[in-house]
């Protein structure tokens, strides 16, 4: 079975923005094939893809969908962009299925009350959010557009599991990476669990593609790894 960790990456660590206006948002739409890759005993491997676009009533919608042998996983999050060039989930989904299992979850925004309401198997709760606060995708929208601002340390209160949350990166260097899509100089972004932490997650951002996740590598406590490589590129 699919541990938790390696679904919170499967379904969460590829960065994509759709603009409206070019000229105003820093940002370009586009649909992303990654290559997947297990080692949890016995060797899985899929695809995952990423695809954002306009939505005609305004705002933006970003979807993740991933498949592995016997397991799928699909994020949808609902957001605006704002001019102070920071995003703002309104609604986010997640659906996972593992060996016939399925697990569902909601959250919605309220920015007049601040707060959220998550629902998990249809048991709803109310929590208190502070202004900024992300989702589980969101927040990758938000350092890419962190990234592209110049910033080498990021953290984000992120609404996840009924809990707000801590999410800390750092930019460690620069590396030659080689896809299935081309070859890149890309920036090394880690994420930061603190010194004692047993697991590692480490993301390739591509500067030549305005910081498209190209390669990431997540290894757990157990030793168990899982990995992405760029596969294919469709722009809008």
Same mark, same amino acid.
């Given at each position: 079975? =699919?541990? &938790?960790?390696?679904?919170?990456? #499967?379904?969460?660590?590829?960065?994509?923005?759709? $603009?409206?206006?070019?000229?105003?948002?820093?940002?370009? %739409?586009?649909?992303?094939?990654?290559?997947?890759?297990?080692?949890?005993?016995? &060797?899985?491997?899929?695809?995952?893809?990423?695809?954002?676009?306009? #939505?005609?009533?305004?705002?933006?919608?970003?979807?993740?969908?991933?498949?592995?042998?016997?397991?799928?996983? &699909?994020?949808?999050?609902?957001?605006?962009?704002? $001019?102070?060039?920071?995003?703002? $989930?309104?609604?986010?989904?997640?659906?996972?299925?593992?060996?016939?299992?399925?697990?569902?979850?909601?959250?919605?925004?309220?920015?007049?009350?601040?707060?959220?309401? /998550? !629902?998990?198997?249809?048991?709803?709760?109310?929590?208190?959010?502070?202004?900024?606060?992300?989702?589980?995708?969101?927040? @990758?929208?938000?350092?890419?557009?962190?990234? #592209?601002?110049?910033? /080498?340390?990021?953290?984000?209160?992120?609404?996840?599991?009924?809990?707000?949350?801590?999410?800390?990166?750092?930019? /460690? %260097?620069?590396?030659? =990476?080689?896809?299935?899509?081309?070859?890149?100089?890309? !920036?090394?972004?880690?994420?930061?669990?603190?010194?004692?932490?047993?697991?590692?997650?480490? =993301?390739?951002?591509?500067?030549?593609?305005?910081?498209? =996740?190209?390669?990431?590598? @997540? /290894?757990?406590?157990?030793?168990?790894?899982?990995?992405?490589? #760029?596969?294919?590129?469709?722009?809008?």
């Amino acid at each position: 079975m =699919i541990r &938790s960790g390696f679904t919170a990456i #499967l379904a969460g660590c590829m960065l994509a923005l759709s $603009p409206a206006h070019a000229e105003e948002i820093p940002i370009t %739409g586009f649909k992303a094939i990654y290559t997947t890759a297990f080692d949890m005993g016995i &060797s899985l491997s899929g695809e995952a893809v990423r695809e954002l676009k306009p #939505l005609p009533e305004g705002g933006w919608h970003f979807s993740s969908s991933a498949s592995a042998l016997m397991a799928s996983i &699909s994020e949808k999050t609902r957001f605006h962009y704002l $001019p102070s060039d920071s995003i703002r $989930p309104d609604s986010y989904r997640y659906h996972r299925k593992v060996l016939g299992k399925s697990r569902k979850a909601s959250v919605d925004f309220d920015w007049v009350q601040q707060q959220v309401t /998550t !629902v998990v198997k249809d048991k709803p709760w109310k929590m208190e959010v502070p202004a900024g606060t992300q989702d589980k995708l969101s927040y @990758q929208l938000q350092m890419r557009l962190d990234l #592209l601002a110049g910033k /080498t340390e990021m953290t984000y209160a992120v609404a996840d599991g009924g809990k707000l949350k801590e999410y800390r990166f750092k930019v /460690t %260097g620069e590396e030659e =990476i080689e896809t299935p899509y081309g070859r890149y100089t890309a !920036v090394r972004v880690m994420r930061d669990r603190g010194e004692d932490a047993d697991r590692e997650t480490l =993301i390739w951002f591509a500067p030549e593609l305005d910081y498209l =996740i190209v390669r990431l590598e @997540q /290894t757990e406590s157990d030793g168990k790894t899982y990995a992405l490589l #760029l596969k294919k590129l469709e722009t809008s």
